[in-house]
């Protein structure tokens, strides 16, 4: 496999990265199984498909590949219901399949990361189950939050906490008693006083590390521990992920304590001779209400990385785009972790989409837009990212510019929370419509038996086929900046830039490699032209127009774009 330049050509083929801290500066694609690609073509994407495209990965040009669930699961919230943990759900394949993915991804130089849902199982839990069956005064409700209710024949919920896909966070049992869920009923959350439940988890990390896994994003992270007492929440604004403040059954103290537990277990694993190069490492999916709060989960004791979902939710600034990059970068330093950056994931409109549309409508939007802007502003915003000091995560497909698909007919939609009155508004299909890899055939080359979401029309024209090969495509976009940020010693690494000064709506900074190598990024997030000291040799542009040559060594940067330079 081979690399491309901002010019086309080609470098040579990659090596596996066995240095210490490889994730610092590592570029991570988030591959959603069941819409990647299908290669037994019953409409649903599966390992094997993932397996089939490794390659075009490869090619691609980034570092690891973080795989959505794929456990055995009643699929309640596309396998974030977890049945057993040690387990391929049949949709995706079975263990033959994802030890088989492991070893092809290490061949050609990826780390694989895999999810964890530690917060929550699934309700057809061998444990949870048989606590239902067993009835009140079963040790195996322990392992789970169970309570009777309040009022006279205990008819209420324990407390008023409210679930983030809508309703009430207590489900009631013919038995009486009432169990904690804080997303879907079918998600009934783990109660990690018990000793039993921390000893499962380090017996199925060590089961995954045992077959090669590089690390793990460990899903909702900041939930595992609840308030001692689980006390009402009182009064409160209706909850959202990326807004949740001070709760009693989010960011607890007591996660800490369990993530230093996992970290010297993994650590075992890093050691030389335990089965693969470099370390291997965890990322936290950890919504608190602060930047500074998230840096505490990444401490050297802790996990090794945290999503940056303010950078996420940020909108086409430049004042709020530098507010949060400088803050971001602040809240690290203390703790050695690295930023990380993210514009796209399964759980929110594609960053193509929100950009379309006017700012402050949130993360799920169900409009399109300006399809044109958001795609020109979508570019624009990758090569920002990608120029920042720490590690960067690409969800599949944006890589080819895709929109989120606003316009799903209601009968089709699977988001539970969609289903659920007050829920989290339910948009996130949108994002997860199967890939095009083809012009035309059968789901654009997702797979031989059509796809479990409908693809829009025009999805070809945005498939790797279409786009592959061709100067100025959103996919050689990617590849280009990829290789850049493998060439220039200056990207990437590192946990500081330099902001010079730029008109108003204009970004730009420097950074310098140990070698003395200068890079500097300008990014102009107005709707004009606007003309800036040049400030060295072009290297790549988020625009098919180049920025222009003025006079007296200025140059015009276009509308909405970014573009790289070297001195």
């Known amino acids: 496999m081979s690399q491309y330049l901002a010019d086309g050509t080609r470098t040579a083929t990659l090596t596996a990265d066995a240095r210490p801290g490889w994730w610092r500066d590592a570029v991570i ?41 794929f456990y055995a699961s009643p699929q309640a919230d596309a396998g974030y219901d977890v049945a057993d943990y040690r387990t391929v759900d049949p949709m995706f394949g079975d263990l033959a399949d994802a030890e088989a993915l492991i070893e092809d991804a290490h061949t050609l130089g990826l780390r694989l990361i895999v999810d964890l849902v530690p917060n929550h199982s699934s309700d057809r839990h061998e444990w949870f189950r048989r606590a239902v069956a067993e009835g009140p005064g079963s040790p195996l409700r322990g392992r789970y939050h169970f309570r009777p209710g309040k009022g006279k024949d205990g008819e209420l919920p324990p407390n008023d906490w409210t679930s983030l896909f809508g309703g009430p966070a207590w489900t009631r049992l013919p038995d009486g008693e ?96 335990s089965g693969g190069p470099g370390e291997r490492i965890f990322v936290a999916e950890a919504w608190t209400p602060t930047v500074e709060r998230t840096a505490a989960y990444v401490r050297p004791d802790e996990l090794h990385q945290a999503f940056n979902f303010p ?107 969609y289903f659920r009155a007050h829920g989290q508004d339910g948009f996130r299909d949108g994002c997860r419509v199967p890939l095009p890899w083809t012009r035309s055939g059968s789901a654009h080359g997702f797979g031989e038996g059509g796809s479990w979401l409908p693809q829009p029309e025009g999805w070809g024209e945005l498939s790797v086929e279409a786009q592959q090969g061709v100067p100025g495509s959103t996919l050689e976009l990617y590849r280009a900046a990829l290789a850049a940020r493998r060439e ?56 098919a127009e180049q920025p222009a040559r003025g006079t007296e060594g200025e140059v015009l940067l276009p509308p909405d774009s970014t573009v790289w330079w070297t001195a």
């Not at 837009?369 to 990212?385: H, I, K, N, V």
């Open 29 to 69: 694609y988030q591959v959603y199984p069941r819409s990647f690609a299908d290669a037994d073509g019953n409409g649903m994407g599966d390992l094997a498909g993932v397996r089939s495209r490794l390659g075009y990965l490869r090619e691609l040009g980034v570092d690891a590949v973080w795989l959505s669930p």
């Open 178 to 273: 009432w169990y904690l869920h804080l997303f879907a009923p079918e998600q009934p959350d783990f109660n990690w006083e018990h000793p039993a439940v921390a000893d499962e988890f380090r017996s199925i990390l060590r089961f995954w590390l045992d077959k090669g896994v590089d690390g793990f994003r460990i899903d909702v992270a900041h939930g595992l521990v609840k308030q001692e007492g689980l006390p009402d929440l009182g009064d409160h604004e209706e909850l959202r992920l990326l807004d949740n403040g001070a709760v009693p059954f989010f960011d607890q103290e007591g996660v800490h304590e369990i993530y230093r537990d996992w970290r010297r277990l993994l650590d075992e694993y890093a050691a030389e001779g």
């Open 488 to 543: 220039h010693p200056a990207l990437g690494a590192g946990d500081s830039l330099t902001w010079l000064d730029a008109p108003e709506g204009v970004l730009v900074f420097r950074r310098t490699a140990e070698d003395g190598t200068r890079f500097f990024c300008t990014a102009n997030t107005t709707g004009a032209t606007v003309r800036l000291p040049a400030p060295g040799q072009l290297l790549l542009a988020s625009t």
């Open 311 to 417: 950078y996420l939710s940020t909108s086409w600034d430049a004042d709020d785009l530098r507010a949060v990059i400088d803050r971001s970068l602040e809240a690290m330093r203390p703790v050695g972790a690295p930023a990380t950056w993210v514009l796209s994931n399964h759980d929110v409109t594609r960053h193509t989409t929100r950009f379309a549309n006017p700012p402050g409508l949130g993360t799920q939007l169900r409009t399109p837009g300006d399809p044109e802007l958001g795609l020109r502003r979508a570019r624009a915003a990758t090569l920002l990212m990608l120029a920042l000091p720490g590690s960067a995560y690409v969800y599949q497909g944006e890589e080819l510019g895709l929109p989120d698909v606003v316009d799903l007919p209601d009968e089709v939609r699977q988001d539970p929370s």
